[in-house]
C-alpha cells in the first residue's frame, strides 16, 4: 500500500517569507515526485516536478528530494497571499502508474 | 501547451439517469487518468488507460463505466449513481514513461440527487 504523508495544517506564513512544505513516502520503488498547487473548487495545477535526489530551482519555488530518506519538500520564497492554497505532494512509480496523493498542505500567506 | 479539456463543467443528474463526462487532449500523451476528489481530500484514482486500453481499474463500482475511443479522447460513463458519488471528477494526462509530469483538466463537478 503506497503512503504518502504531509501535514494538513494550517500553515500560515507572513507575506514575503520561506514557507516550507514537507512530504514522505512509503514506497522506495517511487520515481516520479510532484507537488501539485490547488485553489478552493479549482482542480491541481503542477508548479514542480523532481525525479533524482538533490535541489530543483524553479522561481520562487524549490524542490528537495531524498530518497534514502523517502523525503521530499518545497520551499516557497517570498511568499505571496496569491500563494494561499492547498499544496499536494504526490507520488508515482513507473510508467502509467497513478498519482499517489497526501492528503495536502493547507497553506495560508497572511499580507 | 499542457492543457486538458474536460465538459461538462458542472453536472447535475438524479440517480436514475445516464451521463457521460468528456476529456481531451492534444499533447500526444498516451496515458490517461479519471480521479475522483471528494471536499477537503485529495484526488483518488479511479482509471488508468495506456495506449488505449484500460491498464488499472482502483475497484471502482461497475456504474462507473470508462472509455477510451482514441488516443486524445477518454469518456467516464455514469449509471444509476448514488448521492455519495457527488464529487469532481479530474481527468489528468502523461506521457507512458517513466518521470514524466501529469497534467490535470479543470475537472467537472458533479450533484447526484
Known amino acids: 500500500q503506497k503512503e504518502v504523508e504531509q501535514n494538513s495544517g494550517p500553515l500560515s506564513v507572513p507575506e514575503g517569507a520561506i514557507a516550507s512544505l514537507n512530504c514522505t513516502y512509503s514506497d522506495r520503488g517511487s520515481q516520479s515526485f510532484f507537488w501539485y498547487r490547488q485553489y478552493s473548487g479549482k482542480s491541481p495545477e503542477l508548479i514542480m516536478s523532481i525525479y533524482s535526489n538533490g535541489d530543483k530551482e524553479d522561481g520562487r519555488f524549490t524542490a528537495q528530494l531524498n530518497k534514502a530518506s523517502q523525503y521530499v519538500s518545497l520551499l516557497i520564497r517570498d511568499s505571496q497571499p496569491s500563494d494561499s492554497a492547498t499544496y499536494l505532494c504526490a507520488v508515482r512509480g513507473g510508467g502509467a502508474d497513478g498519482l499517489t496523493f497526501g492528503k495536502g498542505t493547507h497553506l495560508i500567506i497572511q499580507p | 501547451d499542457t492543457e486538458v479539456t474536460q465538459t461538462p463543467k458542472h453536472l447535475v443528474m438524479g440517480m436514475t439517469n445516464k451521463k457521460s463526462l468528456k476529456c481531451e487532449q492534444h499533447m500526444g500523451h498516451r496515458a490517461m487518468y479519471w480521479y475522483k476528489q471528494k471536499a477537503k481530500k485529495p484526488p483518488e484514482l479511479m482509471f488508468v488507460?495506456?495506449?488505449?486500453?484500460?491498464?488499472i481499474n482502483e475497484s471502482v463500482p461497475s456504474r462507473f463505466s470508462p472509455e477510451c475511443p482514441n488516443s486524445s479522447l477518454l469518456n467516464l460513463h455514469l449509471h444509476a449513481l448514488q448521492p455519495e458519488d457527488s464529487a469532481l471528477y479530474l481527468c489528468?494526462?502523461?506521457?507512458?514513461?517513466?518521470?514524466?509530469?501529469?497534467?490535470f483538466g479543470q475537472g467537472t463537478r458533479l450533484t447526484v440527487v
Open positions: 488507460y495506456s495506449y488505449e486500453k484500460l491498464s
Open positions: 489528468a494526462s502523461s506521457q507512458e514513461a517513466v518521470n514524466t509530469e501529469a497534467f
